[in-house]
């Protein structure tokens, strides 16, 4: 049934109004350089973490085919179990860092929703979760 428990109140309908307005108005050229610049200064930030065996690709493309770079992470010998760890540590603290996972022991990271002042803190975050998981079995 439709009806009244489906009724939308005037502070949602403004809500939405909002955000469709915020992304039609968006530039997406300019968001698409910020998203690469991101990718850039976590690649260059994570660089030392190949002497571990991870390795680093920028994608073009989500994984739902958007056209949202995004920073796939493998990890050494595609452990899964290790990148698992290191996910589950991201999502552990506060706040949560949200990444998915993806074939092969590959962690992938969307720059879309981060914040400038996040990036580095993300960045951080990923070092210490490599750092306190690697070697573990």
């Known amino acids: 049934k439709a009806g009244r428990p489906v009724k939308v109140g005037k502070e949602e309908l403004a809500g939405i109004l909002a955000a469709v307005q915020g992304a039609v108005a968006a530039d997406f050229n300019t968001s698409h350089a910020r998203w690469c610049d991101i990718i850039a200064t976590w ?7 190949a002497v571990k065996g991870f390795t680093f690709t920028k994608t073009e493309h989500s994984h739902s085919g958007q056209p949202v770079p995004r920073l796939l992470i493998s990890v050494p010998e595609n452990d899964r179990t290790l990148r698992d760890r290191i996910i589950d540590q991201l999502w552990s603290r506060s706040p949560r860092i ?13 720059p879309q929703a981060v914040r400038d002042h996040e990036v580095l803190e993300i960045t ?8 306190s998981n690697i070697g573990k079995s």
Request: charged residues 20%; hydrophobic residues 55%.
């Open 124 to 131: 951080r975050a990923l070092e210490e979760a490599v750092e």
């Open 43 to 49: 690649i260059e930030a994570l660089s030392p973490l």
């Open 98 to 110: 949200a990444v998915l996972p993806e074939l092969n022991g590959t962690i992938a990271l969307n």
